[in-house]
């Protein structure tokens, strides 16, 4: 069984920065497209940002372009999720997920993963 685990989500005031963070302790993210979600109450799950690990390709979300930053670290079979500058609209809870798409913006427009992990809550609130 595949899984990634998130991290690293916190109470922020606006204008403030937090970075997330995704881990799998069971494959190596290189080999997939990890992506980055978000889902506030009473909302549609939406995609934040993608990163193909084959190719580097990277698809970011109009709300969050100039904001965030999604990297891969393959040493610590890691990807980050660094937000900068946080609304709050930000304000969800954060989902890492992973799968073989046929691309990096499929991934993140239609919200379409075979693994997902439990979540973290970020919240921006002064």
């Known amino acids: 069984q595949l899984q990634v685990e998130e991290s690293g989500g916190g109470l922020v005031q606006p204008g403030g920065s937090l970075r997330l963070s995704c881990t799998a302790s069971t494959f190596t993210l290189d080999y997939f497209t990890i992506g980055w979600f978000r889902q506030a109450p009473g909302k549609e799950r939406e995609g934040v940002s993608c990163i193909s690990g084959r190719d580097g390709i990277i698809y970011y979300a109009d709300s969050v372009k100039g904001r965030f930053i999604i990297s891969s670290d393959s040493a610590k079979n890691t990807v980050y999720l660094q937000m900068n500058s946080l609304k709050p609209e930000d304000t969800a809870v954060y989902y890492c997920?992973?799968?073989?798409?046929?691309?990096?913006?499929?991934?993140?427009?239609?919200?379409?993963?075979?693994?997902w992990g439990q979540g973290t809550q970020v919240t921006v609130s002064s």
């Open positions: 997920a992973a799968d073989l798409p046929e691309s990096v913006k499929a991934m993140c427009v239609t919200g379409s993963s075979e693994y």
